[in-house]
Nanobody, 112 residues
Framework: QVQLVESGGGLVQPGGSLKLSCAASGFPFAITDMSWFRRTPEKEREWVATIGFDGRELNYEDSVKGRFAVARDNTKKILYLQMNNLRPEDTAVYYC?????WGQGTQVTVSS
């Protein structure tokens, strides 16, 4: 069955960095676009970034452009989100997504 398992979240100070990973299985990862979303207590799930199947097409939500970078390893079936210059408003549970499937999420907290 489809499985998406996120990891890499944690507590970081403003201006810091984190790298999230999402291990995928159970579907043709190498030929499908993948996305990251995030959710806060105040907001519905918010789209963060999408990467094309071959890693060439990248799209980002405006507030993360220039700070976040999405990448993938199709051999290992892992999706990544490198997050730099983190801000308190980036605090959220981050999820990877494929079609109607979601992982369990990983908590990112940005606080001094």
């Amino acid at each position: 069955q489809v499985q998406l398992v996120e990891s890499g979240g944690g507590l970081v100070q403003p201006g810091g960095s984190l790298k999230l990973s999402c291990a995928a299985s159970g579907f043709p990862f190498a030929i499908t676009d993948m996305s990251w979303f995030r959710r806060t207590p105040e907001k519905e799930r918010e789209w963060v970034a999408t990467i094309g199947f071959d890693g060439r097409e990248l799209n980002y939500e405006d507030s993360v452009k220039g700070r976040f970078a999405v990448a993938r390893d199709n051999t290992k079936k892992i999706l990544y989100l490198q997050m730099n210059n983190l801000r308190p408003e980036d605090t959220a549970v981050y999820y990877c997504n494929w079609h109607d499937y979601w992982g369990q999420g990983t908590q990112v907290t940005v606080s001094s």
